[in-house]
């Protein structure tokens, strides 16, 4: 069972930068990926971004591109949600997942995390 540690969350104005980090306690599988969904209130789950941990290919919600970047470091098994430009609309809790990758496509669904909220303030 893999455990995953998030931290990060908070209030942050409108256009601002926030960092969310997440840890897992192993990995599983050589093509273990990790990534992140967020929920805002009463709305359904949303893809955020993914990273390989294998190749380092990244992906992201379209709704976040060019204002989101993940990252990771492997020694550590953490990856890294840099936000900037942040928006209201971006207000949710942001789950970290993990699971595995195959060419330009995630199955994160495996493991998650407890969320963590983030709220921006307009």
């Known amino acids: 069972q893999v455990h995953l540690e998030e931290s990060g969350g908070g209030l942050v104005q409108t256009g601002g930068s926030l960092r969310l980090s997440c840890t897992a306690s192993?990995?599983?599988?050589?093509?273990?990926?990790m990534g992140w969904f967020r929920q805002a209130h009463g709305a359904n789950y949303e893809f955020v971004g993914g990273?390989?941990?294998?190749?380092?290919?990244?992906d992201y919600g379209e709704s976040v591109k060019g204002r989101f970047t993940i990252s990771s470091d492997n020694a550590k098994n953490t990856v890294y949600l840099q936000m900037s430009s942040l928006k209201p609309d971006d207000t949710a809790v942001y789950y970290c997942?993990?699971?595995?990758?195959?060419?330009?496509?995630?199955?994160?669904?495996?493991?998650w995390g407890n969320g963590t909220l983030v709220t921006v303030s307009s």
């Open positions: 997942l993990a699971g595995t990758s195959r060419g330009s496509s995630f199955n994160l669904g495996e493991y």
């Open positions: 990273i390989s941990l294998d190749n380092g290919y990244t």
């Open positions: 192993e990995r599983t599988a050589c093509n273990f990926a």
